[in-house]
C-alpha cells in the first residue's frame, strides 16, 4: 500500500522502536496515532511526528477500544498497525534466591503476547469494515518479535516464550486476516538502541553488538522503521517473520 494519506496506529510509540516507526511513517505521508502506557511522552512523541497520542494498556480490552475509537475519529480507522508495547525483564527459572516469579512470567506474556493479540483483533475488526485497494488490500499489521524466540541466552524463559507466541501466531494471524485483505508481518529485531536496551550496564550493551558481525553495532529505531516502511508497500511480504539483527547470533550466556 502506499503509505501517504493513510492512518497508522503504533503502539509503545512513545519511546524505542515505537517512536523510530512512527517518525518513518510520518514522514512517508501517515497520519500517526501514539499509543502508550506513558502518555506524557507519547504527546511528545506525537507532537513530533505531527500526530495524535493516546494513552492505552495494550491487555485491556476497554483501554485499547478506547485509544482505538480516538484515532479513528482523528484519521479514520487505522489501515497500519504496528504493536511495539512491550517489556523485556529477564530472570533465570532457577536461582539461588528461588524460583522465577509467577507473576512476572504472566505479566510479560500479557503485555508482549496477549496485548499484540488484543490489539491486532480489534484493529482487523475495523479494517475489515473499510473498502479495499485497487489491489484487494485493506490493511497491514506489524508485529514486534525478536531473536530472543529463537536464539534466547540464559535468563530470557518469560520473554522468548512471549516473542516466540508472537512469532507462532504470526502465520495463522495473516491466513485468518487473508480472506478480508488484511496482511500480517512480524519482525524480530536484535539488540537495537533503545531505551529498554540502555538499561543494561554500558559494558553489556557494548558485549552485545560484538555478536553482530556487521555492521557491529545496535541497530537505530529508524532501521526498524524503515522495514516496517518496506512491509506495509510490498503486498507480498505476509506470513512471514523478517530477522532484523546484523547476523546477531548470542550465545548461551552474556555473562562471561
Known amino acids: 500500500m502506499k ?6 496506529i503504533v503502539t509503545g510509540g512513545a519511546s524505542g522502536l515505537g517512536a523510530g516507526t512512527a517518525e518513518v511513517l510520518a514522514a512517508a505521508g501517515a497520519r500517526v496515532a501514539v499509543l ?20 492505552c494498556d ?6 485499547v477500544i478506547a485509544a482505538l475509537d480516538k484515532a479513528a475519529r482523528a484519521h479514520g480507522p487505522a489501515q497500519i498497525v504496528v504493536n511495539c508495547a512491550g517489556i523485556g525483564p529477564h530472570n533465570k527459572t532457577l536461582r539461588r534466591t528461588g524460583p522465577h516469579p509467577l507473576d512476572l512470567f504472566e505479566k510479560v506474556i500479557a503485555i508482549n ?3 499484540t493479540f488484543n490489539v491486532s483483533r480489534l484493529a482487523a475488526a475495523a479494517m475489515a469494515e473499510m473498502e479495499p485497494t485497487a489491489g484487494g488490500e485493506r490493511g497491514v499489521i506489524v508485529h514486534t518479535a525478536s531473536i530472543s524466540a529463537f536464539d ?7 520473554y522468548a516464550a512471549s516473542k516466540a507466541g508472537v512469532v507462532g501466531m504470526t502465520l495463522p494471524m495473516a491466513r485468518d486476516l487473508a480472506p478480508h485483505g488484511i496482511r500480517v508481518v512480524s519482525i524480530a529485531p536484535g ?5 529498554l536496551f540502555h538499561t543494561m550496564p554500558d559494558d553489556m550493551t557494548e558485549r552485545l553488538t560484538t555478536y553482530s558481525p556487521f555492521p557491529g ?8 522503521g524503515s522495514l516496517v516502511q518496506q512491509i506495509v508497500e510490498n503486498p507480498m511480504l505476509n506470513g ?5 539483527d546484523a547476523a546477531n547470533r548470542p550465545p548461551a550466556s552474556y555473562v562471561q
Open 152 to 158: 534466547s541466552p540464559a535468563g530470557g524463559a518469560a
Open 58 to 63: 495494550v491487555t485491556d480490552e476497554a483501554d
Open 191 to 195: 539488540p537495537f538502541s533503545t531505551p
Open 3 to 8: 503509505i501517504n494519506g493513510l492512518a497508522a
Open 240 to 244: 512471514e517473520t523478517i530477522r532484523l
Open 113 to 115: 503476547l496477549t496485548g
Open 36 to 55: 502508550d502506557v506513558n502518555e506524557g511522552l507519547a504527546a511528545e512523541t506525537a507532537a513530533k511526528v505531527g500526530g495524535i497520542a493516546a494513552s
Open 217 to 224: 553495532r545496535a541497530g537505530r529505531p529508524a532501521e526498524f
